[in-house]
Nanobody
Framework: QVQLVESGGGLVQPGGSLRLSCAASGRTFNNIAMGWFRQAPGMEREFVSSINWSGSAPNSADIVKGRFTISRDNAKNLVYLQMNSLNPEDTGVYYC?????????????????WGQGNQVTVSP
């Protein structure tokens, strides 16, 4: 079992930056891939970024490549999502998620563990 808690969201102007953090607890955290997803109002939850168990080979959705960076610190049981050059289309609830795999995944159904979500609003 893995428990996840997101933090770091809020209101930011277009072009601004935010860093989301995900605090994880439970066994095998350092051996599983982690991911970030987001959900805009009235939309389905979508993949944002994922990282393998060791922190290598990060993988991100095309729409955020070059702007968002996923990273992890296994010693601190933390996963981060650095978000730069934010635009209004990035607005939504951001979820940290954990899978039982050691390598990254873009598929929502491969993530059995989820945080409660953290709101990110990009607006003037």
């Amino acid at each position: 079992q893995v428990q996840l808690v997101e933090s770091g969201g809020g209101l930011v102007q277009p072009g601004g930056s935010l860093r989301l953090s995900c605090a994880a607890s439970g066994r095998t955290f350092n051996n599983i891939a982690m991911g970030w997803f987001r959900q805009a109002p009235g939309m389905e939850r979508e993949f944002v970024s994922s990282i393998n168990w060791s922190g290598s080979a990060p993988n991100s959705a095309d729409i955020v490549k070059g702007r968002f960076t996923i990273s992890r610190d296994n010693a601190k049981n933390l996963v981060y999502l650095q978000m730069n050059s934010l635009n209004p289309e990035d607005t939504g609830v951001y979820y940290c998620a954990a899978t039982t795999r050691t390598y990254f995944s873009r598929k929502i159904y491969e993530y059995p563990y989820w945080g409660q979500g953290n709101q990110v609003t990009v607006s003037p």
